[in-house]
């Protein structure tokens, strides 16, 4: 008998204990409210690329020739396929936007089919005709 005593002694004690501390942490909770002044930053949870920029052809439109395409960034990865960013378009090799298909992309460049003509762009524009230009 004084064995149960004690057992139901505890068990009252743990209901109690629960009870304070599920008290507390809705009274807690309750007066603490979380809030995020930007104060003219950026939302830091608000992804800086989307897959509705993937489809965004708007720079690729009207894009006759090879020499009209703009590449801003190549992430190479042959393992898990390649990116190429050209006129603000996030383009996959294989991938086709408007006139313009991505054939490959390298480390240098990508290499490009626009119009039904294949072509190379480098990634960094050759400075020879930039320094012939300067010299004159």
């Known amino acids: 008998m004084k064995h149960l005593l004690k057992i139901k002694f505890f068990l009252w004690n743990l209901l ?3 009870g304070i501390i599920l008290l507390a942490s809705f009274v807690g909770f309750a007066a603490e409210q979380a809030t995020y002044n930007a104060h003219g930053k950026r939302d830091p949870f608000v992804p800086l690329v989307t897959s509705t920029m993937r489809s965004s052809a708007s720079g690729l439109l ?5 020499d009209e395409l703009s590449i801003e960034g190549v992430v190479y990865d042959p393992g898990h396929g390649s990116v190429v960013i050209v006129n603000g378009a996030i383009l996959k090799e294989g991938e086709e936007l408007g006139n313009v298909k991505v054939l490959e992309v390298k480390p240098e460049g990508a290499r490009f089919l626009v119009n039904g003509t294949a072509g190379f762009k480098p990634i960094y524009q050759d400075d020879s005709a930039n320094k012939k230009n300067a010299k004159k």
């Open 16 to 18: 109690f204990c629960f």
């Open 62 to 66: 009207g894009v006759e020739n090879i």
